[in-house]
């Protein structure tokens, strides 16, 4: 069997598409490599910003391509026949694997379900599969092993029952034995998600009255051919093909902490008495983990709630912190005992008393109420579409195409996941989805005025999105607009079709950040991040980038790409060597002068042709440069260094700074759009264009910023048009 690249990762989400190019059935359907774990997976993610640009790659893989044989092979082909006959069980596992483990939860390891399946095979890094034909397909955590989702394909033929429904790999989903009539209808999604309720989580109290339409908490989106189907309370998707055949089964195990009873909240302005600016917490009872609590306070009084809600716990953050993931909701600890020159061990998969929460993430797959004004938000961003609208063309009328709009359901809740409106211009209301109504709303406006639809209205897939995401980010600055060096965004791929926005401010002389990523197709915000303080190697760049003032500890709060480049530990032609390697892992500790004498471990890899950066010399060509490559990354703030064996740096990247760069004379930022840029370049601007291979892609913008006494060049790397990241390189 042949793995394809884009079926890994689409499989690794919540799968959107299936199959092996030898199905006798199947047709391989390739997708634009455009997808991120991040929205889907319904795991918290170890949430990283790129450092920038790296010119290489490496594989490592928890399972080795010889994993021995445990089953000879007449007892592995009697473990395969048995397990695709064994039912799928939404929240607990497929295969006859229960994802829990034990009944105390330590969850089930990749080496434990080999001994119930035999052997497994390597599909690719974190993920192995059983079956010829790769029927059951498991994904795992390569530092603890332990199997957070499994994914079913056609020639499983176990399924998923529940209350007369039957779902199963490459067959119509039914009822009562009957081909189900309009599967995606709101009132079949709901009597799914009750069925599935009352056979796979019997202690939801009931489940009928549980609206999971309303709740956004089950949803079917289009994606390229398949309509995907999502139930967050049960950590279930299928995708269906346009024959209406099951094209894979997705199992993801759930964890919760009773969110009926304990609803978030997100401030909307600061809490004096918890010293914090506004984030998110839970408003009911004890339970109320937010940004600065133990882990003790979460145990005791929001795990004890639900006998069953377990987190799983495990080392992220360059192994600095930890991951707690309880489904939908994670919090992401610091340890206090913790020593500045040590970090976290790879099996540690338990939380201390002490540990703190310094950092809150929300997904899709949070299945509880999030309390938060989204009829303001929806507000003011119509407010903002129409003042931009208006600046460019005055006489169209967007009040009355506005004037009927308003959030779906309770405008006091925030969805997470797809965006909904209703639009009553016309009877009856149109239910829809807010960017994408909105953009029809005023193309149409614009042609009753009798005009032409501007270029940048109807070309930029993010036109719709941009100010959604100011507006939403404004909220968590106390509705202040914030400036130029306290946000910015970045996009995901060429495709532009994912637009993420990153605000970072200080409050009370600590560092708050919020993330998010909106997906501009499907319409749907996919998760908020929420972090206090900084990581290791972030304290390492804010020290070097923020101002050339050293004697200051937080500088200006501005992460400034051209400081970095000129600081005297890590900028061009300063020496950066490893203080220890750890080859396993890929990556070193660094010797670093802060906290006040610390060690951060940073990604790395050696000196050789794999590794390195590139020198424009003119349109496709570049000259490539071998160096030893240290990646410090961080949550809210990365950058790339490279420098040789001996350890001058040559090259300092970065795709998460907030300043400004210089480009001959000219500022240019982030998310900055370069055709505007270019005619403006002066006509002694030497500067070289770099295109894609087929000569129809700008792909970078690069000239010399400096001659003595270093011969500094500067590269603005592109993405759909926009600068997405940037480095320096000097020549000696």
Known sequence: MRRHPSLVLALSLVGLIAGCEEGPEQIYKPLPDNFDPRRYNGIAVDEHVASGKQPFAWETSGVQEDTSKICEADELAKRWAKMVKEPMKPTRGAGGLDLRGTPEWAGLTVDDAQQTLCQAYVYDDGMVYWGDNAELIAFYDTKNRLINRLVTLTGYEGTISAGGFVVANNQAITKDGKPLINAT???????????FLKVFRPEVKNPEQRDCVALNTCYVMDWYTLKRFVFNDLMLDFALTPEDRIDHIGLNLYRDFDYEKNPLKFESSPMPGAGLPPVPRVDAGACQPTLGVKWSHIT????????????????????????????????????????SDAVLDDTINKAEADDLVVGMFVSTTYAGDIMFPRETLYSSYLARVAADVLAQLPTVDLTTAFANLKPKGDGTRLLLGAQKIEDCNTTPCVDATLTRQVRKLVEDAIKVAGLTVPDKIKQDPNYFVEPLLRELVKLFNENQEPTAAEVYLALGDESAQVLYITLLRQFGGERYAVKTAYDNKADQLYYLFFKKGAMRTEHVLFKDAEALQYDKTMGDGVFRLWNLANSPRLGLAKSLLPNKLFPAIEKALVKVNVMPQAEALVGYHKQDTLSGFSIPVEGKRDLFVSTAYFGFSGNVVGASVYANDKGPILAVSSGSFYDKLEFCGIKVGLYDEVAPLIPTLPATCDHILSYSENGK??????????????????????TAGRVDSAYYWAEQ
């Open 300 to 339: 005791q009084n929001c795990l004890g709630i639900d006998p069953e809600a377990k987190a799983l716990v495990r080392p992220v953050w360059s192994n600095e912190a930890l991951l707690a993931d309880m489904g939908g909701l994670s919090l992401y600890l610091s340890r206090p005992s913790l020593k």
């Open 185 to 195: 209808s709101d009132a079949n999604l709901k009597a799914m998600n009750t069925a």
């Open 697 to 718: 892609f700008l792909t970078a913008l690069s000239t010399y910023v400096q001659q003595t006494p270093l011969k500094i060049g500067l590269r603005l790397w592109i």
